[in-house]
């Protein structure tokens, strides 16, 4: 039986033992809420200037405590919708046979990926990859397929040639030749990653290519992996610039493992233009042919980029405002 005495004594320790654990949890939510307060969020990055509206569309959506994954996707539907954007959507730059042929793909916090290749006639081609993502088993669908599968979905059916594209299409012709200039030519895609304020990361890339690319020709926007990677534990990158570079590094998925070994972002972009540098040296090829930029955002909400050569732009929306900011090269290359 136990005496008055053991239970009192047995009442007390029990006590103190709850009061301690009950502490130390509030110690443990205490310590997760101040790491919380420490993380950057919401944030939102995009390539090149018209990241700026870009972003502004995210943020709306970010801002009010929306998912990363809806705001990347309405962040690119702006360009891909400008018809005076050339490189993106309604309005890109038609390949050498007057066909535009678009690209885009999406990843999510889960890890879920769709993708849409070689997509002709859709003006929302992130869309496009969206519905791969969430209403197949399937994960990237190409050419007549990809249009095939939207036209199921209930995307429009539009002609996305602006007469400023035919004509100099038409002018291309005269040469027909086929010299891929950076940041002119063949600028530019854009790749959109946030983190939103629940902590997760998402992803969206969408182009027109290469300008004047051979017809069937795919880049790296499309492609997870190279043009974009979303790791949640870890953080995020897109690209831009010859989708052929970086495609060869698997460009963005290296930027990610480079993150967790714990570089920060800005120094694993930088690592994997020195990857393309390298393989552009072995190659033998010249290396102010070419431009490649990464962007990167790390789950702490720190951000960083690093491209080939001068030029190249990002737009970062965060508690800061909305700022573009350029980046840093690798070769400067002075201008004639
Ligand atoms: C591609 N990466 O199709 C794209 C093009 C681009 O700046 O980003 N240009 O290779």
Same mark, same amino acid.
């Given at each position: 039986m136990t005496s008055r005495k053991t239970f009192l004594k047995t009442s007390a320790i029990t006590g103190a033992a709850m009061l301690l654990n009950s502490l130390h949890i509030d110690a443990k939510a205490e310590k997760r809420e101040r790491k919380n307060k420490q993380v950057n969020k919401p944030i939102v990055l995009s390539t090149w200037n018209f990241g700026l509206k870009?972003? =502004?569309?995210?943020?709306? !959506? $970010?801002?009010?405590?929306?998912?990363? $994954?809806?705001?990347?996707?309405?962040?690119? @539907?702006? &360009?891909?919708? +400008? &018809?005076?954007?050339?490189?993106?959507? #309604?309005?890109? @730059? &038609? +390949? @050498?046979d007057g066909r535009i042929t678009l690209d885009a793909c999406i990843m999510d916090e889960m890890s879920n990926i769709g993708s849409v290749a070689g997509l002709e006639f859709i003006k929302h081609p992130i869309s496009v990859a969206r519905a791969v993502m969430e209403k197949t088993p399937h994960v990237m669908f190409v050419g007549d397929g990809a249009l095939q599968f939207a036209l199921s979905q209930g995307f429009p059916k539009e002609n %996305?040639?602006?007469?400023?594209?035919?004509?100099?299409? /038409? =002018?291309? $012709?005269? /040469?027909?030749? #086929?010299? &891929? !200039?950076?940041?002119?030519?063949?600028? +530019? *895609?854009?790749?959109m990653i946030a983190l939103d304020a629940n902590g997760n990361l998402s992803g969206a890339c969408t182009t027109s290519g290469m300008a004047f690319k051979m017809h069937g020709r795919v880049g790296d926007s499309p492609i997870i992996g190279a043009? $974009? #990677?979303?790791?949640?534990?870890?953080?995020?990158? *897109?690209?831009?610039?010859?989708? =052929?570079?970086?495609?060869?590094?698997?460009?963005?998925? %290296?930027?990610?493992?480079l993150m967790r070994q714990g570089k920060s972002p800005e120094d694993a972009c930088k690592e994997a233009v020195n990857r393309v540098v390298h393989l552009m040296e072995i190659r033998k090829k010249n290396l102010s042919d070419i431009q490649v930029g990464f962007i990167a955002l790390n789950k702490q909400g720190e951000y960083g980029s690093y491209c080939v050569q001068g030029g190249f732009s990002y737009a970062v929306f965060d508690k800061e405002g909305n700022n573009l900011k350029n980046s840093d090269a690798h070769l400067i290359i002075p201008k004639k």
């Open positions: 870009a972003n =502004e569309a995210a943020w709306e !959506i $970010l801002s009010k405590g929306g998912k990363a $994954l809806d705001a990347v996707e309405a962040g690119v @539907r702006v &360009p891909e919708a +400008d &018809p005076t954007e050339r490189s993106v959507g #309604y309005g890109g @730059r &038609p +390949d @050498r %996305l040639m602006v007469p400023d594209s035919e004509r100099e299409w /038409k =002018e291309w $012709l005269k /040469k027909s030749e #086929y010299k &891929p !200039i950076v940041n002119i030519e063949n600028h +530019d *895609t854009i790749g043009g $974009l #990677y979303v790791d949640n534990e870890i953080g995020a990158a *897109t690209a831009t610039g010859h989708g =052929e570079e970086v495609i060869r590094i698997a460009g963005c998925h %290296l930027v990610v493992e």
